[in-house]
């Protein structure tokens, strides 16, 4: 498999192009990562497209690219994520109760699993738009809860409203 | 024949509802695969991840590109 990085090009990690020594001068909220094996899927390439629309709308916090080589070794250990790459991780660094020892707070978008080219730009804008209006939020785990639950009632009733026009069909 | 007529119809309800409740946890599964919070089962790779950053091998990306 290529070495390439998937997203933009050779990974500033490894390049040796990043200006290792530009460290915010705050301290972030968010860590954001990128993980993207390379599949040649409809989502990733939508995350490739639009890989400068991320790093413009969340330029207030770190956004950290693993290259070809490092997401695949990081899969190999979390063969779960297999396919669900590319992912968009974030780490909320600034969550009620810290880094405990349950585990790092934050949530992700596992775009892989979308295989509709507007559906994963959807999702992609959606999710970025949420960390956006969310960002100063003290509690942002819970926005997404709500938000996901949410949509699961929405989900549901949509389901209701298929089933009753299915029905009507008849 | 009311009652062969009656038991199809609860069948089919039965069958419908069981769609229903099928549909919508697969759905909410489904939903809860692409968007998650992160859990303690999760802790190992974003521990990992933020290892990565500490040890110098993620530098933040400041877009740079292939020219």
Same mark, same amino acid.
């Given at each position: 498999m290529a070495s390439h990085d998937p997203v933009a090009g050779p990974s500033p990690a490894t390049s040796g192009r990043g200006p290792a020594?530009?460290?915010?001068?705050?301290?972030?909220?968010?860590?954001f990562f990128i993980i993207d094996s390379g599949w040649n899927s409809a989502s990733a390439n939508v995350l490739r497209e639009n890989f400068h629309m991320i790093h413009e709308f969340q330029s207030h916090d770190p956004l950290f690219v693993l290259d070809n080589r490092q997401s695949i070794a990081l899969l190999?250990?979390?063969?779960?994520?297999?396919? *669900?790459?590319p992912i968009l991780s974030v780490?909320?660094?600034?969550?009620?109760?810290?880094?405990?020892?349950?585990g790092?707070?934050?949530?992700?978008?596992?775009?892989?699993?979308?295989?509709q080219p507007t559906k994963a730009l959807s999702a992609l804008q959606e999710f970025l738009r949420?960390?956006?209006?969310?960002?100063?939020?003290?509690?942002?785990?819970?926005?997404?809860? *709500?938000?996901?639950?949410?949509?699961?009632?929405?989900?549901?009733?949509?389901?209701?409203r298929e089933s009753a026009?299915?029905?009507?069909?008849? | 024949m009311e009652n062969l007529s009656l038991s199809i119809t609860m069948?089919?309800?039965?069958?419908?509802?069981?769609?229903?409740?099928?549909?919508?946890?697969?759905?909410?599964?489904?939903?809860?695969?692409?968007?998650?919070?992160l859990e303690s089962k999760d802790k190992h790779i974003t521990g990992d991840?933020?290892?990565?950053?500490?040890?110098?091998?993620?530098k933040p990306y400041r877009g740079e590109t292939e020219a």
């Open positions: 020594s530009a460290v915010p001068e705050k301290s972030p909220r968010f860590h190999r250990q979390y063969p779960e994520l297999i396919g *669900k790459d780490h909320d660094l600034h969550a009620a109760g810290g880094r405990d020892p349950s790092y707070h934050g949530f992700r978008l596992c775009l892989g699993m979308l295989h949420f960390v956006a209006a969310h960002r100063h939020s003290p509690d942002i785990e819970q926005d997404v809860r *709500k938000r996901l639950h949410r949509q699961g009632l929405e989900g549901a009733m949509e389901v209701v026009e299915l029905l009507a069909r008849r | 069948l089919i309800g039965i069958a419908m509802a069981g769609w229903i409740a099928f549909e919508i946890d697969w759905r909410r599964k489904r939903l809860r695969e692409v968007y998650n919070v991840l933020e290892h990565m950053v500490e040890l110098g091998q993620l």
